[in-house]
């Protein structure tokens, strides 16, 4: 599990930015939703 979420290879780095996409993407369409301005 640990050799997946390793950042220095190419897997990791792509699992993490996927997550991070995933999480931004999700935050964005509640804000949205809720009519929240951003910051």
């Known amino acids: ?3 997946i979420l390793d950042i ?3 897997t ?3 699992l993490r930015l996927l997550i991070a996409v995933v999480l931004g993407f999700f935050v964005g ?3 949205q939703w809720t009519k929240h301005q951003a910051g």
């Open 1 to 3: 599990m640990s050799d």
């Open 8 to 10: 220095t290879t190419i």
């Open 12 to 14: 990791g780095f792509s």
């Open 29 to 31: 369409l509640e804000r």
